[in-house]
């Protein structure tokens, strides 16, 4: 039986549940389709998959499987923006080089884990991502984040050029927060394929992360959101996304690198005074994550739930009130960043986009299950699958996905169609394995 505890968790997870409307209002029609699907409802109203959901993502794998290759890599690990038939948007020549391919490498990991380790071409895929970070995309050898992760680039270039910095960072910007993203990915890649360039340049970020951090306090993270990496000229004061860092410094730490002992400690100090705090009340420390968005106010749901999945993975080894916390997050993101669709409540990325994009609603999808599992609610339970099913109906019948539902047809950012989706699905079918079997009404 759940503690005491824990069930004053779940009552108040079921009281913000009653304040939150949970169908569209009277007035809006329920839509017939979703992403060109029929949609497919159980018996007490509740959103089914429109297929099993190992039937999806199985197509999707294979449309992925056959992505045309550039300077050896595939497409989808050097441009952002493509359509269905792997056509780059000509308007569009901004990549993001980070979280594309590390939460991609990540994916293709827990895919290649999931799956036996029978599938070299997992594996291969995750390789030529941290190949493309390594070889690619990287800062010069100079200044105060030298060879650091770019957070954009400037998609055609091999490597990417100095100033190849875009969407929202200026030329030479980078974002801090997207080094322990990829740092922490390389890690996982080099325990996996033994790979030592892999360990070696997730050290030198870790340690150019370790040159740079602050204390922080309640009006500044640890790091700025945005450096010049010549100079270190910071713009943003408050970045959200503090816990790849966390998960950089601890990997690390665990293959006996004790030189991040000091540094982890101060940033965890941070994260537990000042920014888990933050979201029982505004959220303000979980502004900015985004790289086409530079308002320093905008706050975002991804960067609080990332937080909560690694408290739930880690629990009591990392945060002896990983439930509270956990909910805490959870809880400011369910309040401030979801939204009904299809009678589906989804989550929305920030404050200033309000679309369930696949990458966020699929994030809360799967943290929730977690969160849900771990406190053992049926009704948190149901609410995350049926959030990920929204997500699913993207995917089309020969597994080209949209990155968001509402898109006329598939493809767009490669992150919100495939690489920061499919590893949710993994986590979520980890603690649910029974939501894969294919769907009865």
């Given at each position: 039986?759940?503690?005491?505890?824990?069930?004053?968790?779940?009552?108040?997870?079921?009281?913000?549940?009653l304040?939150?409307?949970?169908v569209a209002?009277?007035?809006?029609?329920?839509?017939?389709?979703?992403a060109?699907?029929a949609?497919?409802?159980?018996?007490?109203?509740?959103?089914?998959?429109?297929t099993?959901w190992?039937?999806?993502?199985?197509?999707?794998?294979?449309f992925?499987?056959?992505?045309?290759?550039?300077?050896?890599f595939?497409?989808?690990?050097?441009?952002?923006?493509?359509?269905?038939?792997?056509?780059?948007?000509?308007?569009?020549?901004?990549?993001?080089?980070?979280?594309?391919?590390?939460?991609?490498?990540?994916?293709?990991?827990?895919?290649?884990a999931?799956?036996?380790?029978?599938?070299?071409?997992?594996?291969?895929?995750?390789?030529?991502?941290?190949?493309?970070?390594?070889?690619?995309?990287?800062?010069?050898?100079?200044g105060?984040?030298?060879?650091?992760?770019?957070?954009?680039g400037?998609r055609?270039?091999?490597?990417?050029?100095?100033d190849s910095?875009?969407?929202?960072?200026?030329?030479?910007?980078?974002?801090?927060?997207?080094?322990g993203?990829?740092?922490?990915?390389?890690?996982?890649?080099?325990e996996?394929?033994g790979?030592?360039?892999?360990?070696?340049e997730?050290?030198?970020?870790?340690?150019?992360?370790?040159?740079?951090?602050?204390?922080?306090?309640?009006?500044?993270?640890?790091?700025?959101f945005?450096?010049d990496f010549?100079?270190?000229?910071?713009?943003?004061?408050?970045?959200?996304?503090?816990?790849?860092?966390?998960?950089?410094?601890?990997?690390?730490?665990k293959?006996?690198?004790?030189?991040?002992?000091?540094?982890?400690?101060?940033?965890?100090?941070?994260?537990?005074?000042h920014?888990?705090?933050?979201?029982?009340k505004?959220?303000?420390?979980?502004?900015?994550?985004?790289?086409?968005?530079?308002?320093?106010?905008?706050?975002?749901?991804?960067?609080p739930?990332?937080?909560?999945?690694?408290?739930?993975?880690r629990?009591?080894?990392?945060?002896?009130?990983?439930?509270?916390?956990?909910?805490t997050?959870?809880?400011?993101?369910?309040?401030?960043?979801?939204?009904?669709?299809?009678?589906?409540?989804?989550?929305?990325?920030?404050d200033?986009?309000?679309?369930?994009?696949?990458?966020?609603n699929s994030?809360?999808?799967?943290?929730?299950?977690?969160?849900?599992?771990?406190?053992?609610?049926?009704?948190?339970a149901?609410?995350?699958?049926?959030?990920l099913?929204?997500t699913?109906?993207?995917?089309?019948?020969?597994?080209?996905?949209?990155?968001l539902?509402?898109?006329?047809?598939?493809?767009?950012?490669?992150?919100?169609?495939?690489?920061?989706?499919?590893?949710?699905?993994l986590?979520?079918?980890?603690?649910?394995?029974?939501w894969?079997?294919a769907?009865?009404?």
């Open positions: 039986m759940p503690s005491k505890c824990v069930q004053v968790g779940v009552g108040a997870w079921l009281a913000v549940a304040s939150l409307p949970a209002s009277a007035d809006t029609p329920e839509p017939a389709e979703i060109g699907h949609i497919r409802l159980d018996a007490a109203g509740r959103l089914l998959p429109w099993a190992t039937t999806a993502l199985d197509r999707e794998l294979k992925y499987a056959e992505c045309p290759l550039d300077h050896g595939p497409l989808f690990v050097t441009e952002t923006f493509l359509d269905g038939d792997w056509t780059p948007d000509p308007a569009r020549r901004d990549t993001l080089p980070s979280t594309q391919n590390g939460m991609g490498i990540i994916s293709y990991l827990k895919l290649y999931a799956r036996g380790r029978r599938d070299e071409a997992y594996l291969r895929t995750a390789r030529a991502m941290g190949d493309f970070l390594l070889d690619a995309a990287l800062t010069p050898d100079e105060k984040y030298p060879r650091f992760p770019r957070s954009t400037t055609g270039q091999f490597p990417l050029a100095a910095g875009s969407e929202s960072d200026r030329p030479y910007e980078i974002e801090p927060d997207k080094g993203i990829a740092g922490f990915a390389l890690v996982r890649l080099f996996t394929s790979d030592r360039r892999y360990l070696e997730a050290l030198h970020t870790a340690r150019v992360l370790a040159a740079t951090e602050d204390a922080g306090d309640s009006t500044h993270s640890p790091w700025p945005r450096a010549r100079s270190g000229e910071a713009r943003g004061a408050i970045s959200g996304n503090m816990s790849y860092v966390l998960r950089l410094y601890d990997v690390l730490l293959h006996g690198y004790n030189e991040f002992a000091q540094p982890r400690a101060s940033l965890w100090r941070w994260i537990k005074r920014q888990i705090p933050s979201a029982a505004d959220g303000a420390l979980f502004a900015q994550f985004f790289e086409d968005h530079d308002s320093p106010t905008n706050r975002n749901a991804w960067a739930l990332s937080l909560a999945r690694y408290l739930l993975e629990r009591g080894a990392l945060d002896p009130e990983w439930r509270k916390d956990a909910g997050l959870i809880e400011f993101v369910r309040r401030t960043f979801t939204h009904v669709e299809a009678g589906v409540r989804v989550c929305h990325e920030q200033e986009d309000r679309e369930a994009w696949g990458g966020v994030t809360y999808g799967a943290v929730l299950a977690i969160y849900a599992q771990a406190i053992h609610s049926a009704a948190l149901s609410e995350a699958r049926q959030a099913n929204f699913l109906y993207s995917i089309g019948e020969d597994g080209r996905p949209r990155d539902a509402k898109h006329q047809g598939p493809g767009g950012w490669q992150e919100d169609a495939h690489t920061d989706v499919l590893h949710n699905y986590d979520a079918l980890r603690v649910y394995p029974e894969g079997r769907p009865k009404n």
